[in-house]
């Protein structure tokens, strides 16, 4: 991956973590990219609103400490492989995740492994 790419993740990581930590409105924390489609997050949508306000407030502190992480990773030029297969992961999931440790492949596995 070469600097403008690891510079726009940290930028992207950044400014979310900026809008975590300013409580702004939670719903745009939340990707919309059909990228997601079966994490924790999207399932909330079948939830009443209650439940849901303490899942999303949950899910906020992780995807926190998620970001903290990642930019760790970029510190330490490791921003981008998967933790599970070693393999990089792809732009796109990177774009819309850029937080995610896990390529497509093994977070899916393991999504359907719990
Ligand atoms: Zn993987």
Not at 42 to 61: C, K, P, S, V, W
Not at 87 to 106: F, M, S
Request: contains cysteine.
């Amino acid at each position: 991956m070469n600097k403008s790419d690891l510079l726009r993740y940290k930028n992207l990581l950044l400014s979310k973590q900026q809008e975590l930590s300013t409580g702004k409105s939670l719903a745009a924390a939340i990707p919309t990219a059909g990228e997601l489609r079966g994490d924790p997050v999207d399932m909330a949508a079948n939830e009443t609103d209650a439940a849901m306000q303490i899942r999303l407030h949950q899910t906020d502190g992780k995807l926190f400490r998620a970001i903290e992480d990642a930019l760790t990773r970029i510190r330490h030029e490791e921003f981008g492989l998967c933790a599970e297969c070693g393999q990089p992961i792809g732009k796109a999931r990177l774009e819309a995740v850029p937080w995610t440790r896990w390529c497509r492949d093994c977070k899916e596995r393991q999504d359907s492994g719990s």
